[in-house]
């Protein structure tokens, strides 16, 4: 279980696709997160997550370094082992931070869509002006700072085309670590979804060029789904399980199963309590049931163990309940399923080792790092 | 905006293995991408995180380890416990093809369909030769690799029937390697009916014995691994055992047995070939992964 401290609800861009638009004014005191930092220590004595998110968490630099300072106080004191992640969209990271985050081993995430026709298409600032050229100077600061750090970048269906070159561009750039979303609410049509079928195809196909070359890097939706095959019923146990892995808590401190409900507010029926009172439990298991129910038509689905129809956040986003699965997620897992597997099929029937250890082998992230370090 | 398709009915399960595979045959982590493997402390990790993933496993075939001496090294020093360590990367694991599961005796019904010794090695020669290995040397003796015997013990507890892989406290048998090629270093073992137990094949104590070809080319492997190969890339081969039906009801009027069981068991020969052959042609790729050939 780990918390996710939304910040404020301030943002220095206005991307267009975003399912929380920023509205000024309100930002969490240190008093707020001082008890969301103690109510993490309770939820999690012994390993405690804690990221920070927004708006825009880096508007709150100061908060950040204040409740950081506090976790550790508390570790010291022997109640939790905190770690720290912050997700940004890159504009205001500078070296100031960037040693800190190192002092600190706070991982960062910085949101980019891919080359600067995808980027620009969304990610603009209020005037509606681009924001390429500086996220990805800021991006390649963070990279040489921190090899290792993931970006997050979100397709869209008049960006679905630039999809496998920005993939591309980003893992040249030197990330290794991509997670890529579709933005489920758009609205795809039938040529988007063709075209989106196109683009993980040619993927695929880089998948297996860069994996025969010996490239290391985790590219989200395809180690997903061959995840959801090799893991089994470990995977199942894995997925997305509404208010079982993580917590939300907004700038007044009420705390929510996931990130979208917090712009539902306090008086939804989302709120499943506050970081001063805590959990109402009977809420929380009723709305994590109404959540994992089975759904209709997806019981009958051949490949529902390996969907993320059981996403409720994503479900109440798309189409404005938990227990509802948008049409575009269905597409979606029908396209990069096969594509996937044909993928590993294509590797494993290879041997391929690099996708073996990467795949079935529990100490490959270290053998990965050693790799690494030794070279 | 696109409308909600109806369920899949069906959807193929995925020509690639459960994670659970590792437990079962912790070879699968021997081969390693080729930029690990001038790296002494990755290939320490990797033999480690094979023994991990063995450790972890639920199932009594693989038997306990085999201890095995290593062999003398090329230049002539004895292989201690890092080369053989170093040594692990050098055996390809064991590519499945075909479940190499069969009995024969009493109350078997479907006898197998054994390939011989000297058919298969001349058939995984023939193959090889193929990619380029040219195996001189045939029935080559790595006496410091020593297989111990073993016996599958069945025992009643609760009224339930159980069994496990015990080692029998008799002289272990020195390896011989079916064939080496000494100028690309590559070598091979084929696991067949007829050495089924000298490479540590669990006996059966009983009218009926049961085989397990794969199993016991794993325990093989394992054996390399630990004790060494001596700079050999080597490939370990098994029988796959197909089995044929041979009721007697579809014998010929006057058809010889000898001409009905070769014409009856002709499908499941061809079929254990083609199998052996892509085991083969999966040891080759693998060596030309590890930058062999």
Same mark, same amino acid.
């Given at each position: 279980m780990h918390l996710t401290l939304h910040l404020t609800t301030a943002c220095s861009m206005a991307c267009t696709y975003c399912y929380a638009p920023p509205r000024p004014g309100h930002r969490m005191s240190e008093a707020v997160g001082r008890a969301a930092v103690d109510f993490g220590a309770r939820l999690n004595p012994v390993n405690c997550g804690?990221?920070?998110?927004?708006?825009?968490?880096?508007?709150?630099?100061?908060?950040?370094?204040?409740?950081?300072?506090?976790?550790?106080?508390?570790?010291?004191?022997?109640?939790?082992?905190?770690?720290?992640?912050?997700?940004?969209?890159?504009?205001?990271?500078?070296?100031?931070?960037?040693?800190?985050?190192?002092?600190?081993?706070?991982?960062?995430?910085?949101?980019?869509?891919?080359?600067?026709?995808?980027?620009?298409?969304?990610?603009?600032?209020?005037?509606?002006?681009?924001?390429?050229?500086?996220?990805?100077?800021?991006?390649?600061?963070?990279?040489?700072?921190?090899?290792?750090?993931?970006?997050?970048?979100?397709?869209?269906?008049?960006?679905?085309r630039y999809f496998s070159q920005s993939v591309e561009f980003l893992l040249d750039l030197g990330c290794r670590y991509m997670i890529v979303s579709l933005n489920y609410a758009a609205e795809w049509t039938e040529d988007d979804l063709r075209? $989106?079928?196109?683009?993980?195809?040619?993927?695929?196909?880089?998948?297996?060029?860069?994996?025969?070359?010996?490239?290391?890097?985790?590219?989200?939706?395809?180690?997903?789904?061959?995840?959801?095959?090799?893991?089994?019923?470990?995977?199942?146990?894995?997925?997305?399980?509404?208010?079982?892995?993580?917590?939300?808590?907004?700038?007044?401190?009420?705390?929510?199963?996931?990130?979208?409900?917090?712009?539902?507010?306090?008086?939804?029926?989302?709120?499943?309590?506050?970081?001063?009172?805590?959990?109402?439990?009977?809420?929380?298991?009723?709305?994590?049931?109404?959540?994992?129910?089975?759904?209709?038509?997806?019981?009958?689905?051949?490949?529902?163990?390996?969907?993320?129809?059981?996403?409720?956040?994503?479900?109440?986003?798309?189409?404005?309940?938990?227990?509802?699965?948008?049409?575009?997620?269905?597409?979606?897992?029908?396209?990069?399923?096969?594509?996937?597997?044909?993928?590993?099929?294509?590797?494993?029937?290879?041997?391929?080792?690099?996708?073996?250890?990467?795949?079935?082998?529990?100490?490959?992230?270290? $053998?990965?790092?050693?790799?690494?370090?030794?070279? | 905006?696109?409308?909600?398709?109806?369920?899949?009915?069906?959807?193929?399960?995925?020509?690639?293995?459960?994670?659970?595979?590792?437990?079962?045959?912790?070879?699968?982590?021997?081969?390693?991408?080729?930029?690990?493997?001038?790296?002494?402390?990755?290939?320490?990790?990797?033999?480690?995180?094979a023994v991990l993933a063995s450790g972890c496993s639920d199932k009594p075939a693989a038997g306990p380890s085999t201890p095995a001496v290593a062999p003398a090294t090329p230049d002539g020093g004895s292989a201690a416990d890092s080369a053989a360590s170093a040594d692990a990367s050098m055996v390809a694991p064991i590519f499945a093809h075909g479940e190499g599961r069969g009995a024969i005796g009493c109350i078997v019904?479907?006898?197998?369909?054994?390939?011989?010794?000297?058919?298969?090695?001349?058939?995984?020669?023939?193959?090889?030769?193929?990619?380029?290995?040219?195996?001189?040397?045939?029935?080559?003796?790595?006496?410091?690799?020593?297989?111990?015997?073993r016996l599958l013990e069945w025992n009643v507890v609760d009224g339930d029937l159980h069994d496990r892989i015990v080692e029998v406290d008799v002289d272990p048998v020195p390896l011989s390697m079916d064939g080496v090629d000494e100028q690309r270093k590559v070598a091979f073992e084929f696991v067949s009916e007829r050495d089924y137990r000298d490479l540590g094949g669990p006996s059966c104590m009983s009218s009926v014995q049961d085989y397990d070809m794969r199993g016991t080319a794993s325990n093989l492997a394992r054996c390399l691994r630990e004790g060494g190969t001596g700079g050999h890339r080597v490939g370990v081969f098994y029988d796959p055992v197909v089995s044929a039906v041979m009721s007697g009801a579809d014998r010929l009027p006057d058809e010889p047995w000898k001409t009905y069981h070769q014409r009856m068991t002709a499908p499941a020969r061809a079929e254990a070939k083609d199998l052996l052959r892509r085991q083969v042609a999966d040891f080759v790729d693998w060596l030309r992964q590890q930058g062999a050939l």
């Open positions: 804690i990221i920070f998110f927004g708006g825009e968490p880096l508007l709150e630099k100061p908060l950040i370094r204040q409740l950081v300072a506090y976790a550790r106080s508390l570790q010291e004191r022997g109640l939790s082992i905190f770690h720290f992640k912050v997700t940004t969209n890159g504009l205001a990271l500078d070296e100031e931070f960037l040693e800190f985050a190192a002092e600190e081993n706070i991982v960062i995430a910085v949101s980019i869509d891919g080359v600067r026709e995808a980027h620009d298409a969304h990610r603009v600032l209020g005037d509606g002006s681009p924001t390429f050229d500086v996220v990805q100077k800021k991006l390649r600061m963070l990279l040489d700072a921190r090899p290792y750090s993931s970006v997050f970048m979100v397709v869209n269906p008049d960006t679905v075209l $989106l079928e196109k683009e993980y195809s040619r993927l695929g196909r880089q998948y297996v060029k860069w994996t025969e070359a010996g490239r290391k890097f985790y590219l989200s939706p395809f180690e997903v789904k061959i995840s959801s095959h090799i893991k089994g019923e470990d995977y199942r146990r894995d997925r997305c399980e509404l208010g079982a892995r993580q917590f939300s808590v907004d700038t007044a401190g009420y705390v929510y199963p996931c990130i979208q409900f917090p712009a539902a507010g306090p008086e939804s029926r989302f709120c499943i309590g506050s970081v001063f009172d805590g959990v109402d439990e009977d809420r929380l298991r009723s709305l994590h049931d109404e959540a994992e129910a089975p759904k209709d038509p997806c019981r009958d689905c051949a490949i529902r163990d390996r969907c993320n129809h059981t996403c409720a956040c994503l479900n109440w986003q798309t189409t404005g309940t938990i227990t509802r699965v948008s049409p575009v997620l269905c597409r979606h897992e029908r396209i990069i399923t096969p594509i996937a597997d044909g993928v590993a099929e294509t590797l494993y029937g290879k041997r391929n080792a690099l996708f073996i250890h990467k795949h079935y082998n529990d100490a490959y992230p270290l $053998l990965s790092l050693l790799q690494d370090t030794i070279a | 905006m696109v409308e909600a398709p109806e369920p899949i009915d069906s959807y193929p399960s995925p020509a690639y293995p459960l994670r659970s595979a590792v437990s079962e045959d912790p070879s699968l982590l021997s081969s390693v991408p080729s930029t690990w493997t001038h790296v002494r402390e990755i290939m320490g990790l990797v033999s480690l995180s019904m479907s006898p197998p369909v054994f390939l011989s010794e000297d058919e298969a090695m001349q058939f995984v020669i023939e193959e090889l030769a193929i990619a380029g290995i040219d195996i001189t040397r045939k029935n080559v003796a790595w006496p410091e690799i020593r297989i111990k015997r």
